[in-house]
């Protein structure tokens, strides 16, 4: 099992490495340790390894992961696994802002906190958040589905497209264009689906309430003048 | 972008590492803006003396002679430190206004970057490693201090432009962001009687600050004004003599990091610019949230 030092490998070599890979390769197992907080830390793979980070990372940590599964055991800095495409990104600790930006599949699960913009724009991710997240998560998000056991803070949803946001806790604030909504069976399914999926033990569905667009933002109706 | 700095010793043993920590530290940051660095750090109050930290664009010529001129002028006891194209001028506290006149009076070309019992403020244009080279910034020590490292934006790439900005006696601001409100808060702080050598947008922080203070408010409060009366992107991280504060604009995208131990409060823009700091893995680290004001004070920890 490769492992990369990150004190005293240049981070170019494991990023190298980690796009190097062929198919079929035996080499699916990578750890790397003392990331030090490095940014773009395993950013960029494209084949179905799993990557144990030890330590801390900086930002884009996991960036447009593609079918890798990869583990922090520490914190991550702005941005971790933003544009995934797919396969998962598990961090121990807590996420900085705008976690899983852009995200167009795959799972991100956050066992601590995620900050502010948690999802924002997200086109079709997954995202898990075991705490907490910050204001302004999910501004703009087109599709895929945010999951929060903890609070939301202002502005939740704020110029929703599609993307199903559910909150166990309190949210401080919805966005412009964002409401609460009805929880129906394929939600409550969605939902356990993603908890299961997410590692999440002792939490039930209904526990959680359901927002989303209320779709007068992104259609222009000349009738909603007064919402623009 | 821009890249802050602070460090705040809880630890009296680590005092005489502040500068080499904090040039560390400042270095780790210097991706994130090239132009220009600045330091500002506290050193310890001897109770009778104060600083003043000038710099000239002519050291040789301006700091030729400058302390026998002052030790004329005002009839004390005066010492002139150079370093590179800064000088420190060290007198008694309370020779400190008539000091600051007579270095008008006799040498009207000469910045002051900073003036107060502690602090000394060193800030050139250049990259932090030579920055800190430059004014031996590793060798100092002290109780605490903040650092920033410029990628300037709003304005031009000189020494003037770059932080930390004086705001008062021993006090001082670091900014990372962009005001878009500068043009307008400058000409009204003008009118109010403030002076400025810049079109620099953090010199008009700065100034905010001091006005706001000017008025009464006590630094935590000119803050908490500061989140309402500024438009645009900060984080700020001032220093004062006894310590130092962080705030965040609401909407918060200019990054902030923190840890604490029972040794220091440390600030950096970027986790990695913590990594080196004595029991970082045991620390604790968190992000400060938005539209709040923190601070840490040495008087009030005692």
Request: aromatic fraction near 6%.
């Amino acid at each position: 099992m490769p492992v990369f030092d990150l004190s005293v490998t240049p981070l170019r070599e494991l990023n190298s490495a980690l796009h190097g890979l062929a198919a079929g390769t035996n080499d699916t197992a990578f750890e790397v340790v003392n990331p030090r907080g490095h940014h773009a830390v395993a950013a960029g793979i494209d084949a179905p390894v799993t990557v144990d980070i030890k330590g801390s990372v900086g930002y884009y940590c996991a960036g447009m992961n593609d079918g890798g599964n990869v583990t922090i055991h520490g914190s991550a800095g702005p941005g971790v696994a933003e544009n995934m495409m797919s396969g998962t990104v598990v961090i121990e600790g807590d996420a900085s802002q705008y976690a899983g930006a852009t995200g167009q599949g795959g799972l991100l699960v956050i066992k601590g906190n995620a900050a502010s913009r948690c999802g924002i724009s997200m086109k079709g991710i997954d995202i898990v958040v075991y705490g907490n997240i910050g204001h302004m998560s999910a501004f703009m998000g087109q599709s895929g589905h945010l999951v929060v056991l903890g609070d939301a803070g202002d502005a939740l949803g704020d110029s929703l497209y599609e993307a199903k946001l559910f909150v166990r806790g309190s949210v401080k604030s919805l966005g412009s264009d964002c409401i609460e909504k009805e929880m129906r069976p394929e939600h409550l399914e969605k939902l356990s689906e993603l908890l299961e999926k997410a590692g999440v033990r002792g939490v039930r569905p209904e526990e959680f309430k359901r927002y989303g667009s209320a779709r007068k933002l992104y259609n222009f109706n000349i009738d909603n003048a007064d919402a623009y | 972008m821009c890249g802050i700095v602070g460090l705040f010793l809880k630890d009296k043993a680590l005092e005489p590492k502040l500068g080499a920590l904090l040039s560390s530290m400042l270095i780790t940051m210097t991706d994130r803006g090239p132009d220009s660095a600045g330091i500002a750090i506290y050193g310890n109050d001897n109770g009778t003396a104060a600083k003043i930290t000038v710099q000239s664009a002519d050291p040789e010529k301006d700091f030729d002679g400058l302390e026998y001129e002052l030790r004329r002028a005002l009839d004390v006891p005066v010492s002139v430190m150079v370093k590179s194209t800064h000088a420190v001028i060290t007198l008694a506290k309370d020779k400190l206004d008539e000091g600051r006149a007579a270095l008008t009076a006799s040498r009207p070309n000469i910045r002051v970057m900073s003036s107060g019992d502690t602090v000394e403020i060193y800030k050139e244009v250049g990259l932090p490693k030579d920055v800190v080279s430059r004014f031996g910034v590793t060798a100092m020590s002290g109780t605490h201090g903040i650092g920033h490292t410029r990628m300037a934006t709003e304005s031009a790439v000189t020494t003037l432009g770059a932080h930390p900005f004086s705001t008062g006696s021993d006090q001082c601001l670091v900014h990372n962001g962009s005001l878009s409100n500068h043009n307008n808060l400058r000409r009204e702080l003008k009118r109010e009687g403030m002076v400025f050598e810049t079109e620099n947008d953090t010199e008009v922080a700065a100034a905010y600050l001091t006005a706001e203070m000017a008025k009464g408010k006590d630094l935590g409060a000119a803050l908490e004004s500061a989140v309402d009366d500024l438009d645009g992107f900060f984080t700020f991280v001032v220093g004062t003599k006894s310590g130092f504060g962080v705030v965040r604009d609401p909407i918060a995208c200019k990054p902030a990091v923190m840890a604490e131990t029972d040794q220091y409060v440390a600030f950096g823009s970027e986790y990695r610019a913590l990594v080196n700091l004595p029991g970082i893995e045991d620390a604790r680290i968190w992000e400060p949230e938005p539209a709040t004001v923190y601070f840490w004070d040495h008087e009030k920890a005692a």
